[in-house]
């Protein structure tokens, strides 16, 4: 073999074998099924929540499944892979909701790519036969089934053809050096595996047992779904999700409380939620800050620990979001308070604040003594 290609194979060998050693953590975190689901849940949470990024509710109120695919791992420097465990839930003919079936979304691309990317993956099934082709086993997005990226905002009306006559409608989140995210080619397939360790029985049985995490987020989506179809504008939105109410089960086991007394850990955003929404706030606020002159950049800016994804300060935040508010309330600035990118932004740093004040406060202590 030539040198130059000897040592091509070799450097895709190591690049692998490096892109592999990165993923194996976040690998290993998605194989617990009560996280996937509490995962899954966040995701869709967050999908309805923005007003200018959510998915339209008709599209929500004719589905006839939907998929949720938490942190697709896509790794790539040569060759891109793409990996994720999630849950589909389907809807039968008297509408009621499934609970959630885990399945597998692979998939490869090839390209000059670098980075690690985990991309949070939706998909919105549209016909019965799509569902059942899904559901026999296995499941080639683009070949078993037309898929599109769905559209996003208050309607559907600014759909375009190649949306209107898809069976499949993906919406993606990322956040990282990849720029969206491949659909076509993707191959889902149903885990009954996971599904018989989860349930006692795969997805073709009546389940032996039904932990509290699937009937949760079955719930949700029931309402969510019940929201789209007979409720009024805005409904969808309003839907809680069941992490986020009083007394929710969260993944760690919260002792019971004297009467009377709720937990702090009860009523706290999970740290997944948490999360969700901090990479919305970066990913918005960076679209409202490309339409803003330098001046107004600066007033408007956001806590720097949004962007570098850490904690961030709530004295800070609360100082940002009342700038926010200062504007969205004079009539002085309604030409930049009435922007989508502006409202967008705004809202979540509402959602933001809310949540850090429904956490508990970390006591900042110094350093223990000396053992």
Known sequence: MPRTYSAFFTFLFLALIGA????APRVAHANDPNVTIRDAEAVLSELVAIPARRIPRNMLAEAQAIAIIPRVIKVGFVVGIRRGQGVVMTRDADGEWSLPQFLTLTGGSIGWQAGVQGTDVVLIFRTRTSVENLMRGKFTIGADAAAAAGPVGRNASAATDAQLRAEILSYSRSRGLFAGVSIDGSVLEINQVANTAFYGA???QLPQVVPQSATDLRLYLTELFNAATTGPEGAVAAVVPPSAKPGAAVPGAVAAAPSGVVPASAVAVSPTRLEAIQNSL???????????????????????????ASSVDRAALASTYQRFSQVNASPEFKELSARPEFQTTF??????NDALNASPAILQLP?????
Request: aromatic share 8%; proline share 11%; no cysteine.
């Open 20 to 23: 592999t050693t990165l993923s």
């Open 282 to 308: 970066y990913t918005e606020g960076a679209q409202l800050h490309a339409i803003l002159s330098p001046e107004w950049q600066t007033f408007l800016a956001l806590p720097a620990e949004v962007a570098a």
């Open 367 to 371: 350093a223990p003594p000396a053992k």
């Open 347 to 352: 809202d979540l740093l509402r959602q933001y």
């Open 202 to 204: 795969p997805s073709t």
